[in-house]
């Protein structure tokens, strides 16, 4: 969070500056055409409860940072940390200008009522859902953040021991509670047997403080994953350890599991790994198939069997040979894609994400000379100035075989015939 004001008061003044977009000599020079980045007005910003103060905190910044007034709702599942917010926005922020307010789903509903400018949500693709709905009924624009079945696929090429060691730290992590999680893996059938055994090596190192285990957020989550393994057909391999009077789940890794299997049915948001034996191309063809997850985790030495999988799949993002990574990429967007969501932030993309891209234009009044033809009545002797040439060079009737890819660049001395013609005119509409 810190790292996200910082960077926002650093660049605040270049992100807000405005912009000249490539509109040529006489809309952008003469016309001095530019795109000022105004704030939409009021936001309102849904946190989520897995990491309340991250997720709330950093979109509420890039709303501030955008010049918009918010309204904060904290998930009222993380109790403590939706009091502390509370407390807090309400003591060091402006209240004419940003406001915490806290409440379950009745409260939400009757904020989603009133009309706001932007929303921006964090959370399960079934409660989004329900705000896209609620906007819907304004035209208020959304940014969602969700989640997906984000898998991993794990080729015969890859370096074993390293993508167990990541891969568990996927599942150790906030006991897999997190939308970026590694869902389920797919493991090339000859480095099958060998990745489960380094995953279990690995979760005996990460795991040697039983302290370190995160619990799971309430009963009733704990109760849906308990549920789960239980109907599961395949063999826990490791862990499948459960106190629900301590809500702690031991990160279990289960094999044996077909795409029918209950561990599949919907997105984990747990430490369970189900590991499913396939080739990495028929782990892209399932992922293809399915709903396009927030993250697809590729571990693989050959640059070849990569880009295959990026052909063929679609994400939010990609990781390559590690986990999360990309969401820690300085200066990129960050967002899902269907159904883990539209929209992005981070960095100046969040800036972008709660501000109007406005276009300017001020045409000078001498200019209307030149835009004579535009006025009735018309003349079909003007048509050439509006016609769009084929610069191109394209030939009817050639195939995508006979075009070829690049532009000749237009070099200053061809301006100048033009330059000329506009000064002549210039003078001319001030006699």
Known sequence: MRGDIIEHIKNLEKWAADTKPDAGFVLGTLSKARIRKEPLGVALIIGAWNYPFGLTVSPMVAAISAGNCVMVKPSELATASQDVMAKLIGKYLDKTAIRCVTGGPAETSIILEKKFNHIFFTGSSSIARYITAAAAKHLTPTVLELGGQGPAIVTASANIDFAAKRIALGKVLNSGQICLSINHVFVDPAVHDQFVEKLGHWLDVFLKNPNDIVRIINERNFDRLASILKKSNGKIAYGGKLDRDSKSITPTVVTGVDLSDSLLS?????????????????????????????????????????????????????????????????????????????????????????????????????????????????????????????????????????????????????????????????????K
């Not at 994400?315 to 990129?332: C, E, K, Q, R, W």
């Not at 929209?343 to 276009?359: I, K, N, V």
């Not at 003349?379 to 040439?389: E, F, G, M």
């Not at 000749?408 to 061809?414: E, I, T």
């Open 266 to 430: 919907s997105e984990l948001f747990g430490p369970i790994l189900p590991i499913i034996k396939a080739t990495y191309v028929e782990a892209y063809k399932v992922i293809s198939s399915m709903d396009h997850p927030l993250a697809i985790y590729i571990f693989s030495n050959s640059q070849p069997q990569i880009d295959e999988i990026l052909a063929n799949t679609q994400s939010g993002g990609v990781t390559i040979n590690d986990f999360l990574m990309h969401a820690a990429v300085p200066n990129a967007p960050f967002g899902g894609v269907g159904e883990s969501g539209y929209g992005a932030y981070h960095g100046e993309y969040g800036f972008l994400a709660f501000s109007h891209q406005r276009t300017v234009v001020q045409i000078p009044n001498w200019l209307d000379v030149l835009l004579a033809f535009r006025y009735p009545p018309f003349d079909i002797k003007n048509l050439a100035k509006i016609q769009v040439q084929n610069k191109l060079g394209f030939k009817r009737g050639e195939t995508m075989a006979d075009q070829k890819i690049g532009s000749k660049r237009v070099g200053w001395f061809a301006l100048l015939p033009l330059s000329v013609i506009i000064a002549i005119v210039a003078r001319l509409a001030r």
